[in-house]
């Protein structure tokens, strides 16, 4: 069974930072792409980056500015999500997401971790 | 980068009812669409990709259709359990753009 579990989420002041994990299990992590997609409170979805195996392939949505790094390591079946410069409009729910065939088709989501940047 | 939108924000309708829902791209974007079902408090769920295949497990009520920029989710015979938000994805090239969802209620 294909699991994803999110973990490092909580509050952070603005301009802080957070670092995301996502343990995989349940397939051959190695060979897919993996994607972090966020959800801020009441809103609807917005994919953030994706990784590619052996972290050839890297893409981030322009609106994070360069300030979010996505990482894996595949011998521990895990992807992480490294935010620098926090802002109350990063405060979402960010879920980890595989690939399914096309990098963008997103077939497994985890449960999210909830991200909450406050003074 | 393309923009996809979606109509209608919102609907209700009754069991037993056929609901459509349009997605609407800014570009061509070929067969690349998905559409996600999003159950409230729960993690969204690949219902339909490449326009109008059916995800492993999803009821056949369910369909798609279209090509290029205009694509239509249709729910036939509307169940209780299909309340949610229904969001459209492009997934050709990045960005992996979303549509703002239309959430579907039951009178």
């Known amino acids: 069974e294909v699991q994803l579990v999110e973990s490092g989420g909580g509050l952070v002041k603005p301009g802080g930072s957070l670092r995301l994990s996502c343990a995989a299990s349940?397939?051959?992590?190695?060979?897919?792409?993996m994607n972090w997609v966020r959800q801020a409170p009441g809103k609807g979805l917005e994919w953030v980056s994706s990784?590619?195996?052996?972290?050839?392939?890297?893409y981030y949505a322009d609106s994070l500015k360069g300030r979010f790094t996505i990482s894996r390591d595949d011998a521990n079946k895990s992807l992480f999500l490294e935010m620098d410069t926090l802002s109350v409009d990063d405060t979402a729910v960010y879920y980890c997401?595989?690939?399914?065939?096309?990098?963008?088709?997103?077939?497994?989501w985890g449960q999210g971790s909830l991200v909450t940047v406050s003074s | 980068d393309i923009q996809m939108t979606q109509s209608p924000s919102s609907l209700s309708a009754s069991v037993g009812d056929r609901v459509t829902i349009t997605c609407r791209a800014s570009?061509?974007?070929?067969?690349?669409l998905a559409w996600y079902q999003q159950k409230p408090g729960k993690v969204p769920k690949l219902l339909i990709y490449?326009?109008?295949t059916l995800q492993t497990g999803v009821p056949s009520r369910f369909s798609g259709s279209g090509a290029g920029t205009d694509f239509t989710l249709t729910i036939n015979s509307l169940q209780p359990e299909d309340v949610a938000t229904y969001y459209c994805?492009?997934?050709?090239?990045?960005?992996?753009?979303f549509g703002p969802g239309t959430k579907l209620e039951i009178k």
């Open positions: 349940g397939f051959t992590f190695s060979g897919y792409y």
């Open positions: 490449s326009v109008s």
């Open positions: 570009q061509d974007i070929s067969y690349y």
């Open positions: 994805q492009k997934y050709h090239s990045v960005p992996y753009t």
């Open positions: 990784i590619n195996p052996r972290s050839t392939s890297i």
């Open positions: 997401a595989r690939s399914a065939g096309a990098p963008g088709l997103f077939d497994y």
